[in-house]
């Protein structure tokens, strides 16, 4: 057995792991760094390299502020082709030209957690002809890390710098070292795609991925937490409908400023801050004010916001939860028992089909979908049924071949009764 092979898979000094030794650092751009391009012309001149070689896939990455800023805009885009090499471009220089989308539009993008990015390249107007996700891929894989560091480390022996990841990117100008970050996220995204690509296809996985990226870029994503008063951290402290309301009102006037600010909402008041002043806004202004921080400026303002949830009419006040379909499943034990017991057999049944094919649970099935689906059925009934009702609550092809038949088996062992000794 060589050394390489003696080594724990997830030990540090394993070749894949983004702390082994055995790695090479990946610390600058091969061609150097390039200037941001600021201006069309330039723009037009990379997009001109680039469609000399239409066939081949471009490297897509966008990095946001949301740490800092209201807005999910893309602050710099970074592309790459390998006839073509690495362009960054500020999008807040000039508005997207026509050319550009109608190259990327024409393209198969490699991106990594493409959910992420996405939807601030679409309001540019930049939309793929297909993708690839190098994090969905090594997730199909069964891979234990898929953060985008791991990902170089297994699949090329390079170690990819992660320090500006949280930066606020809004600002200009960028430092060289928040750009030379930035230009190597995409430096080897291409290669990464070569080698998990060849790892689909050995795994007989490749038909899997293609529809799981097709359903991210067709896919229009749902509300976030933040979205919703209600995704407050802490809320759970709030046990009266009057301090829901003083939250509910204060959320409402925090996302006002900082969408008026394109402010993060959290720097115009943290959720914690938030909860606690709004527990105390039913005692009266002064326990109200003193759960606010001692440097916060327009106290008053915020008073007359909590205010105005608390006085409300009893018929107007918020309820403790949201009501919502299905039930959460954590109150299934308690007051939908039968419920819960098949929902124990049928997401045992589905995390072993996973594991047998050695990826996660939740990318075989998604656990809302199949929590939908328990909920909906109190039997099996044939198993070409349990494929249509997957099917009809989003589940892929390739996720309905593989768990409708264990789904099957299980309802059908979980309604059997058991089998007695005959006298």
């Not at 909860?275 to 007359?304: H, I, N, S, T, Y």
């Not at 034990?333 to 049928?346: F, G, H, I, L, M």
């Not at 045992?348 to 979908?369: I, M, T, W």
């Not at 070409?384 to 099957?408: D, F, N, T, Y």
């Amino acid at each position: 057995m060589s050394a390489e092979q003696s080594i724990p898979k997830n030990s540090p000094d394993s070749p894949g792991s983004p702390d082994s030794p055995m790695l090479r650092d990946l610390t600058a751009p091969r061609d150097g760094l390039v200037p941001v391009i600021d201006r069309i012309q330039p723009l037009r001149a990379w997009c001109e390299a680039a469609a000399r070689a239409p066939q081949e896939p471009v490297a897509v990455d966008a990095e946001r502020a949301s740490s800092y800023r209201y807005s999910a805009r893309a602050y710099l885009i970074q592309l790459r082709t390998a006839s073509a090499g690495t362009a960054l471009i500020d999008p807040l220089a000039f508005t997207i030209p026509q050319g550009l989308k109608t190259l990327l539009g024409q393209r198969e993008w490699v991106l990594h957690a493409a959910g992420a990015d996405l939807p601030s390249l679409a309001e540019l107007g930049l939309v793929p002809a297909s993708l690839f996700d190098t994090e969905l891929a090594a997730r199909l894989l069964g891979m234990e890390k898929v953060g985008l560091g791991a990902v170089v480390a297994d699949t090329l022996g390079l170690r990819l710098a992660k320090e500006h990841s949280a930066a606020d990117w809004s600002q200009r100008p960028l430092p060289e070292s928040w750009l030379v970050y930035a230009a190597l996220d995409v430096e080897v995204l291409i290669e990464v795609k070569d080698v998990l690509a060849q790892r689909l296809a050995q795994a007989g996985k490749t038909a899997w991925a293609q529809q799981e990226f097709e359903h991210e870029r067709t896919h229009e994503p749902g509300p976030t937490r933040s979205a919703s008063w209600r995704g407050l951290h802490g809320l759970g402290a709030l046990k009266s409908p009057r301090q829901l309301a003083a939250a509910r009102a204060m959320w409402t006037r925090r996302d006002e400023i900082a969408a008026r600010e394109d402010l993060s909402p959290h720097r115009v008041i943290r959720d914690r801050d938030l909860v606690a002043a709004a527990k105390e806004a039913p005692r009266g202004r002064e326990a109200f004010e003193r759960a606010l921080p001692k440097a916060m400026r327009a106290k008053d303002q915020w008073w007359k916001t909590a205010r105005s949830g608390v006085e409300l009419p009893e018929a107007h006040l918020p309820a403790r939860s949201e009501r919502s379909y299905p039930p959460p499943h954590k109150l299934w034990s308690k007051k939908y028992p039968e419920v819960a017991e098949r929902y124990r057999a049928v997401r045992a049944a589905v995390a072993q089909r996973a594991e047998d094919l050695e990826l996660p649970s939740e990318n075989l099935l998604q656990p809302g979908l199949l929590r939908h689906w328990v909920w909906e059925h109190e039997g099996a009934g044939a198993e070409e049924e349990v494929a249509a009702a997957l099917q009809q609550l989003g589940a892929r092809p390739w996720q309905v071949e593989q768990s409708a038949p264990v789904i099957h088996r299980a309802m059908l062992e979980d309604v059997t009764p058991p089998a007695t000794n005959a006298p």
